[in-house]
């Protein structure tokens, strides 16, 4: 359940702000299609986050095992200090807005998450919780439980969400989430 809660929480809180949040307000803004959008987001976030999870668990078997605790904790430290540099907003959609929105969402959300602060944030919670598959699974499920809690509202709820949400708070209050999580990580070592 801790691998669970801890990836909800931790996705759910970075995704606010990011640009893969900005990319779900255009596409919902372009299609108005909140049902087609946010199963797209679902996909693009299972397979990506499937991707991401597996790669830590493999990580985490091949790293010394004494070396995991360290470099888990600078991961979270270096994403929390990732989080206070705002993300640039590019509605440019490319040419998979042609193919409506199921398909621009699946794609172009696919896309967007690589390399973002919530895949690697994937990488290092499965390296953390790599015990067994019933932990990676956690950490797939909470991860993107966590993308579709920051995501679903703004698809559905759009601009007047984003004029009532402060930014620079979401941002301040993941980075001291991702701290106490490199901090408990030292701790447990």
């Not at 108005?32 to 987001?41: E, H, K």
């Not at 976030?45 to 095992?65: C, K, R, Y």
């Not at 705002?86 to 896309?111: C, H, I, N, S, W």
């Amino acid at each position: 359940m801790e691998a669970f809660l801890s990836s909800t929480l931790a996705v759910a809180i970075a995704e606010i702000g990011d640009k893969t949040q900005l990319l779900a307000l255009f596409l919902a803004a372009r299609y108005g299609r909140p049902y087609i959008i946010s199963l797209g987001v679902l996909i693009a976030t299972l397979v990506n986050h499937a991707l991401s999870a597996w790669l830590g668990a493999l990580l985490a078997d091949v790293i010394p095992e004494q070396w995991i605790p360290w470099i888990i904790s600078i991961s979270f430290f270096a994403i929390a200090l990732w989080l206070l540099i705002p993300d640039k907003e590019d509605d440019d959609m490319g040419r998979f807005a042609q193919y409506g929105p199921f398909v621009a969402t699946l794609v172009l959300f696919f896309l967007a998450e690589i390399g973002d602060k919530t895949q690697i944030a994937t990488v290092i919670l499965a390296a953390k919780f790599s015990a067994d598959m019933w932990m990676t699974a956690a950490v797939i499920a909470g991860t993107t439980l966590g993308m579709l809690l920051a995501n679903v509202p703004i698809i559905f709820a759009g601009k007047w969400l984003m004029d009532k949400l402060p930014l620079g708070f979401a941002h301040k209050a993941a980075c001291v989430l991702f701290i106490l999580l490199g901090i408990v990580t030292l701790l447990r070592a």
